[in-house]
């Protein structure tokens, strides 16, 4: 029972390790992070003044917001959605590690026996 789970659980961190530095895996997940941030960053995002604001203070907003949207997000998107991504392939690699480690646990006979008989 403790060799398989041994097993079980390196078969996991070879799995988790292969996913993060394999370069086929990282170029997939470079593709995918891209795609995303892609959409996230199409997505137009409009500040509506409350008063209307003179000309000067208008062109000042709009460069910083043109800025930031331009030089600044774009890498703060892409880190977070890589992050986000990263989690969620080791979440569905925990889960297969789980049902496997649950599989086994159900089909090994020694558990099932009452200990008096």
Known sequence: MQKKFQDLLHRYKVHIFRQEHDKQSV???????????EDVLTQKYHYHFHKLPDANRAEIINMIQNYVREAILPPVIERIVERQVRLEH???????FQ?????ILGQDP???QPAGR
């Open 27 to 37: 170029d997939q997940l470079t593709r995918e992070c891209l795609h995303i941030t």
């Open 110 to 112: 020694s558990e099932k």
């Open 99 to 103: 049902t496997e480690l649950l599989e």
């Open 90 to 96: 080791r979440f569905e690699a925990l889960q297969s």
